[in-house]
């Protein structure tokens, strides 16, 4: 048996705060098919203690360079982590937001491009229009636009790098799709047949 067939597959959902990751996660979770473990931003911000937050949930701007090499070994343990899950033949979505907004270039999803070679990992794009996002924090967080009427800077920022490079096997507009027509879109690809292409372009990136 090919070693990839007795693994478990691994989707990364990428994109910002607000966008709908969360909510296509538990869809995938509550009906693919098989056992899918959510790892991702959440879980790992709950597991770290308060003096390192917001671990790897720091948004762009290059605001706390003392937490990034902190910050980059968690992410690179948790993306070992989900491969030791894959190879139990569990799956997994992760639930991120990836970004280069850091002090310096930490090139963390080239690094775990190559930490996930080998194993079946599709790479999702989650977008959102600015005004989507900035209408869902107004009635989560009760955060909205500036006095000035102006998107916050820190927003205006995870919507323009984190989805640079912008490689993706699949993007999907949350804005225009149900979480249940987007959990379609990716079951189609990942269960279809479909050879997860994304990371190893991202790896090969100089």
Not at 163 to 190: F, K, M, N, R, W
Request: glycine share 8%.
């Amino acid at each position: 048996m090919d070693q990839t067939e007795s693994q478990g597959k691994i989707i990364i959902l990428n994109g910002t705060p607000r966008s709908g990751k969360s909510s296509i996660a538990s869809v995938i979770q509550n009906n693919f098919e098989g056992v899918w473990m959510n790892i991702g931003v959440d879980r790992i911000m709950d597991m770290t203690p308060e003096r390192f937050q917001p671990s790897i949930g720091l948004r762009p701007g290059g605001e706390r360079p003392d937490l990034e090499p902190f910050i980059q070994k968690v992410y690179l343990a948790m993306y070992k982590s989900i491969v030791a899950f894959c190879r139990e033949g569990l799956n997994v979505v992760v639930d991120v937001g990836h970004h280069e907004g850091y002090s310096v270039k930490r090139k963390i999803l080239q690094q775990a491009s190559h930490i996930l070679n080998c194993t079946p990992a599709w790479l999702i794009g989650v977008r959102c229009p600015i005004e989507t996002v900035m209408n869902r924090r107004i009635e989560s967080w009760k955060l909205g636009y500036t006095p000035e009427g102006e998107v916050p800077t820190p927003v205006a920022l995870w919507q323009q790098l984190v989805h640079e490079p912008g490689i993706y096997d699949l993007e999907v507009d949350t804005s225009i799709l149900t979480s249940e027509e987007c959990a379609e879109q990716i079951h189609e690809i990942v269960y279809g047949g479909s050879k997860p292409k994304a990371l190893e372009i991202v790896q090969n990136l100089t």
